[in-house]
């Protein structure tokens, strides 16, 4: 056939099977019953005319069939996580997927998922792969090019102009919808990605915070430890009302819960560097963020606070790129891994790298593993599962919402034996120092309301679910700060709060911004 055929084809492939997302996304919005059915009808055609007109401007005697059967293949995975999970395929979920490592991936393997490739991936695919092309001189080939992008544009112009007013509410009141679209808005995604990351010019790291230096020395060092948290929402801690008992061991602790704390993206990619970076979460941008100098690199500055970050979550996202590291993902450094490496492992030998501080101030940054889902079950041992029967499987939308429930309430569990355990390390070196706790998820969670699951959805459409976190501080006896901890606080104030904590004197603190001063 002709290569206009075959794109017809597979265009109308995508229209039909791959956009069901996108179709059920729009029937919510835009019920069948109330005389919605043209509209939806017009909709599904600029859609197909759209994909017609992209195709063919990429289509060449070398390019049609390697693009279509690409486009064809990622596209059983996008709408495969789309229909699941109700994810979006953005930029930011590009880098997230981009920076997560195969342990993580291999969460989410499926038998659904292979169903998905094999027939909205593999099988047309391959029948694409084997259909063979006729191709014209490269003349006619143009002009047919032309015209089938000219008869392209044409009818997606007759069909806005038609239902000019359903577009215009669709455009500007609707504007995420057009997210769920297979495999356009992917393409998009992958496109601005790249402009974003790679063409952008060289990164030059801009220093902030030179100037810094620890002012009032006082008798005692100052020993904080910062846990990053992985995915746990607030409303599921009992700290903040929560029906169930999920922080049973950290109400015992002299603890001050933090009940309305937002985080700065709902992706771990996201959230990680904003909440150490200057920046607030509307002037945040990926790249600010990697071409500015964080929190850390200003406590750095000082030449007197010791930095440690250490990671089970996968890894610093770039906050601790100029600070020592040490990866807990692997048994070589965690000595507490069953089937995965536990975040208490990260606490082994902690002990030892206090004491060889010698009276410094000493900064911990304990990055978590947290409630990553969707495999929650996976996050905790037996000695957890206080909640059952739990969701056994990574196909979310096939357990109850009790199951899935349970099992995130486990593993939260697990975190607050946890935290409670970094508690009783502090403990251990109340009388040298003078300690703190700070804990803040990085996101939070959606499980299963509205048929919503996981995280990561652009913030302005993001349930509070995602980004209302859980988030708790835990002072020594040496250091009892009174503050007032009802307030609205976010992952903004971590950056001066942690200067404040460490009497740092720089030009970039901001003291209203500091959640003890
Ligand atoms: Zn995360």
Redesign the pocket.
Known sequence: MTQTKLIIITALFFTLFSNYSFFNNVLEVYPLGDGNILYILSLSIILFAFMVLLFTLLSSKYTTKPILILLLLVSSFTAYFMNSYHVVIDTDMIRNTMQTNIDESSDLFSFKLLIYLLLLGILPAYLVYKTPLYYGSFKTELLKKGKVMLFSILIIVIMLFSFSKFYTSFFREHKPLRYYTNPTYWIYSIGDYIAKTFNSGEIVLKSIGVDAKVVKKEEKPKLVIVVV???TRADHFSLNGYSRETNPLLKKENIINLPHVNSCGT???Y??PCMFSIYDRGEYSYKKGISTENVLDVLYHTNSIDILWRDN?SDSKGVALRVPFEDYKTSKNNTICDEECRDEGMLVGLDKYIKKRDGKDVLIVLHQM?N?GPAYNRRYTKKFEKFTPVCETNQLEECSKESINNAYDNALLHTDYFLSEVIHLLKKHDKKYKTTMIYM???GESLGENGIYL?GLPYFIAPKAQTHIGAVVWFGKNNQIKFDPTKQYSHDNLFHTLLGLFNVQTKVYDKKMDMFK
Request: charged fraction near 15%.
């Open positions: 948290g992985e995915a992706s771990t990619a959230s990680v979550n947290g990553h998820s990085d996101h995280h």
